[in-house]
């Protein structure tokens, strides 16, 4: 073949000539810098900042443009009046616009689990506008169109039960606005004594990535880093109308004004100077060891369109009695020790734990699972509770710090796939904040798998998630408890064990002579679910007909076969929140059923609920627009930040996802250093290289 | 009768070498030495210089360049005597055009890339004033060591490393009884879950081997070729203590009452000394022989 010579360079000749060496290094490198190239145009580290996820879970908040006021809400007042066992709530939000742009206020707050959100009205410039319930889609449009057309608009939705957010849209400078939301709760007395709670902050829930989108989505929270104090105010008054006279008020969360004690009259105001960073929690007692306890009824007028009749049956328990005998039973303590935990929580929670473990009967089986990101057993098995183990599972317990996130799901599986022998009762106690968004799938693990336990939640600190801790008892057929300070633990773990121990009435069964009643809650009046403390029996329901008879309520006591007849009373006019608790109670057992069923099976019976009885739930929202057009500027939107509940660490901020679990990472950089160049040093003088 | 010394023995006396080699140790021009001549080429560089040390101030990346730069230092200052008379054209072109190249880039690449190029135009310049008998590529890698490149390594390289990792140690595990699976680069131990991250992909083991590897191919090997042929075996070497560390690790934090940190370092510090004995060994395969 002939040679073909290109005229200036070598490559041109053809055939090619055999690459040289250096030839052959050249094609190496060049391929070496295309491939690196490559990686580096395909990196995530240039993705666009408009491609990247919202953000999700807690973030401390930034100050950031000053144009723009970041802290809209500049107070929220309560006003809380308690009739009997009914309180009635309205909550005032006020927000004000200090910046140079018009924004939209985004705001998420606390409410108590039993809360019946059932009205909102909106004060702006004199006017008032009244909210409408509305399907929860159909409200976020128009409140998306009302933000864009420059309208100012109201929404509230309901993230969890106990979690709402407000949206306040084009809030221009210098405006006032005033959001009032009003509740109804039932203040149901527990052993003679009532406890209103009315949450103040949201804790930072931790939110697991992968679980975005859906059931667990929760809005990202805003926070304020450890120790710095929120910049809005907070009042709160509580006024008592109820029929005996009114004793023994404190509050363990809060410094507390008290007057007119000892009458039907009393009234309560807040005086604390660091008021909303924790549960307010107010106990009392009415005079002589009484409770506002009975069967209310509530006739409807067929002028308010309703036509319905309500009644709600609120039974006190006989005392609990110690049984003779005791079996042995088996105890799974599952705690948590994540980053939320870290701190004064932690150390409430190892005070009640050692009242716990530290008061098993020797006959009595034991172990103990830590969790965060990651869980571990104390021991394989579960072992007796003698001293050695005890004291071993206590100093185990005493070394944890808090540190990691709150993997509950995996760690509650684990203690589901545990195996059980038939012939030992077991009792689950899980020990937790609560900061977690997976409420629903916890709930549908415990019912699903863990029906051959019972299961008791104790909510630790000062601002508990009281959702997750109510719903894991209620879903584990156990009793659910908040200890929010050391000095409480002793008593809720002897609550717990007498609990335990005695149940006050099992094989509960209810019926009512002579009251047609019907859509009753709980729904199987002849297999009521037993009752463990000193909480009453609650039935709530319609009737129809004539207000006479009786509620007979039959259960077996540790004192034989127990029976309470309530009579029926004549309807009082004035327990119109009947309604809605009925309401508020049907709502709640049908979000269990679509918790334990998953999906949102009873999207259109909660709905339906909803917008009949005009009640905020996770499928209607509340929403509020005025029809006048302010602004032709696009509102920025900005998210109240909320201060960490006292006694949090920054540690439950932090986004150390997998920080509590066990890794395997190098030396420290200086001692490997350090062992290498000893390593060249000791082998090079012994060659003789130096 | 022949005058012999080692490349790293100052002579006493004056090389007189057979006839033919070029006069190693005669005159240099006085008007610049070596060493200012790659101080020159440095403080044309300072833009990376500066950058570089501001990735170690601000914590941004381990300040493992700085042990870098000292043995190159100390590795030159021994070398000193038998840098060349006049350098050589070819790569003294290349530095230049390396160095031209990296102050550029300043404004259209990333600064880890254009510090990459500015270190290999030092390479170059390194390579220019370097005897061609000694062995220059460990000296210009010790260059490309310098860089901050730890932190970068994790990113781009992190994850398929902890995921081989992760594979491997699952199979050791399993072969020796437990209960392993991989998940992701996540393991399952015995129903406890341990995750390989990001500081245990090994990566900070593989500078530590390739800088051991450069120090002891310096002092000891005659040709670029004998080092460069080995370093593939170093690498091997790195996945394996990497994998054998990661596994014993594992192995015991899957136990209830997992691994005290200084146990932890201890076993760390343990596979790393094993991998740089190994590459030690493997280094310094062929013996040092003094010039003849």
New interface residues.
């Given amino acids: 073949m002939r040679r073909v010579r290109g005229p200036v360079f070598p490559l041109l000749r053809h055939p090619l000539a055999p690459l040289s060496r250096t030839g052959r290094v050249v094609v190496c490198v060049l391929f070496a810098l295309w491939a690196f190239a490559i990686?580096?145009a395909w990196?995530p580290?240039f993705a666009d900042d408009a491609q990247a996820a919202p953000p999700e879970g807690p973030y401390f908040h930034v100050a950031g443009d000053p144009s723009v006021d970041r802290l809209p809400l500049k107070s929220t007042r309560v006003d809380a009046r308690i009739a009997g066992v009914i309180a009635d709530v309205t909550v005032t939000q006020h927000y004000r616009n200090e910046g140079q742009r018009p924004i939209e206020a985004r705001y998420v707050f606390p409410g108590s689990t039993r809360a019946a959100v059932h009205a909102m009205q909106v004060r702006l410039a004199g006017r008032v506008l009244d909210a409408k319930i509305e399907e929860k889609q159909r409200a976020r449009i128009r409140h998306d169109a009302a933000r864009r057309e420059g309208k100012t608009s109201a929404l509230l939705e309901q993230e969890r039960p106990n979690v709402f957010q407000m949206n306040v849209a084009n809030i221009l400078p210098g405006d006032d606005i005033q959001v009032e939301l009003h509740y109804t709760e039932l203040v149901a007395p527990t052993e003679g004594r009532y406890e209103f709670v009315f949450p103040t902050v949201v804790g930072p829930r931790y939110h697991r990535p992968s679980t975005a989108g859906g059931s667990s989505s929760f809005p990202a929270t805003p926070h304020l880093k450890e120790g710095e104090a929120s910049p809005s105010g907070f009042e709160m008054t509580v006024r008592f109308a109820s029929p005996l006279p009114v004793g023994e008020l404190r509050s363990p969360s809060h410094g507390i004004e008290v007057s007119a004690e000892g009458t039907p009259q009393a009234e309560v105001t807040v005086n604390d100077s660091v008021r909303n960073n924790r549960d307010f929690i107010l106990q009392y007692r009415l005079a002589g060891e009484r409770t506002a306890t009975g069967l209310t009824l509530f006739k409807g007028e067929a002028a308010d369109g309703s036509g319905e009749n309500f009644f709600l049956a609120v039974v006190e328990p006989p005392k609990a009695i110690a049984p003779a005998q005791i079996s042995p039973r088996e105890y799974v303590f599952v705690v948590d020790i994540s980053g939320s935990m870290h701190g004064y929580p932690l150390d409430t929670a190892k005070v009640l734990l050692r009242n716990l473990i530290g008061h098993l009967r020797p006959t009595d089986t034991f172990n103990v699972m830590l969790f965060s990101?990651?869980?571990?057993?104390?021991?394989?098995t579960p072992v007796a509770a003698t001293r050695a183990n005890i004291d071993r599972a206590i100093a185990t317990i005493d070394q944890q710090r808090g540190g990691g996130s709150t993997e509950i799901v995996?760690a509650l599986k684990?203690i589901a796939a545990l195996p059980k022998a038939g012939d030992v009762s077991r009792s689950v106690i899980v020990v937790t904040d609560g900061y977690v968004t997976v409420e629903n799938e916890v709930f549908q693990l415990v019912r699903r798998n863990l029906g051959n336990s019972n299961v008791f939640a104790f909510g630790i600190g000062t601002s508990v998630n009281r959702h997750l801790i109510e719903g894991i008892a209620r879903a584990g057929q156990g009793e659910p408890f908040i200890v929010t300070k050391p000095e409480m633990a002793a008593a809720q773990a002897e609550r717990l064990r007498k609990m335990i121990d005695a149940p006050v009435l099992t094989q509960l069964k209810a019926r009512f002579d002579g009251l047609e009643v019907y859509d009753v809650e709980p729904a199987a009046l002849s297999g009521l679910p037993d009752v463990l403390g000193g909480r009453p029996v609650l039935l709530y329901g319609k009737w129809r007909g004539q207000a006479r008879g009786q509620l007979v309520l039959e259960g077996q006591a540790a004192t034989g076969t127990h029976t309470d007849v309530v009579p029926v009373r004549a309807p009082d006019a004035d327990a119109v929140a009947l309604r809605h608790l009925w309401a508020r109670s049907r709502i709640q057992q049908l979000s269990d059923q679509e918790a334990l069923e998953g999906g949102s099976g009873q999207r259109e019976a909660i709905t339906a609920l909803g917008l009949h009885y005009s009640l905020l739930t996770q499928y209607t929202s509340f929403i509020a627009i005025d029809q006048v057009v302010r602004t032709a500027e696009a509102a920025e939107t900005v998210n109240q930040p909320l201060p960490l509940p006292q006694d949090v660490s920054n540690n439950a901020v932090g986004g150390e996802v997998?920080a509590a679990?066990?890794?395997?990472?190098?030396?420290?950089?200086w001692?490997?250093?350090l062992?290498?160049?000893g390593?060249?040093g000791a082998?090079?003088s012994r060659?003789g290289?130096? | 009768m022949q005058l012999t010394t080692s490349m790293w023995t100052r002579p006493r006396a004056l090389f007189v070498g057979p006839a033919g080699t070029s006069p190693v140790l005669a005159c240099r021009p006085s008007y610049l030495s070596p060493a200012a001549w790659l101080a020159l080429q440095a403080a044309a560089l300072w833009p990376h210089g500066a950058w570089m040390a501001r990735r170690v101030q601000d914590g941004s990346d381990e300040p493992l360049g700085l042990a870098a730069v000292a043995a190159l230092l100390l590795l030159l200052a021994a070398r000193a005597h038998t840098l060349r008379v006049s350098p050589h054209t070819g790569w003294l072109a290349a530095g230049a055009a390396l160095t031209v190249a990296a102050n550029a880039a300043l404004w259209m690449a990333p600064p880890l890339a254009c510090a990459t190029l500015a270190a290999f135009a030092l390479a170059c310049a390194l390579m220019a004033w370097l005897p061609a008998r000694g062995p220059r590529a460990p000296l210009a890698a010790l260059v490309v060591l310098a860089l901050p490149l730890i932190a970068s390594l994790q990113y781009y390289g992190g994850f398929p490393l902890r995921v081989v990792t992760a594979q491997l140690s699952a199979w050791a595990l399993q072969f020796a009884g437990f209960a392993a699976e991989r998940s992701g680069t996540a393991m399952l131990v015995e129903g406890r879950l341990v995750v390989v991250d990001a500081p245990c992909s090994g990566v900070q083991m593989a500078w530590m081997a390739w800088f051991c590897a450069c120090v002891v191919a310096a002092l000891t090997v005659r040709r670029d070729g004998e080092f460069l042929r080995r370093l593939p075996a170093v690498g091997a070497l790195v996945l394996l203590g990497n994998v054998l560390r990661n596994t014993v690790l594992v192995a015991l934090e899957s136990r209830p009452q997992g691994l005290d940190a200084s146990v932890h370092e201890a076993i760390g510090l343990a596979a790393l000394a094993g991998v740089c004995a190994a590459v030690i060994v493997v280094m310094k395969g062929v013996r040092h022989e003094r010039l003849a």
């Fill in positions: 990686t580096v990196s580290a990101g990651s869980s571990q057993m104390l021991n394989p995996p684990r997998g679990v066990p890794s395997t990472p190098e030396p420290a950089a001692l490997s250093l062992v290498v160049l390593l060249v082998a090079l060659r290289v130096w």
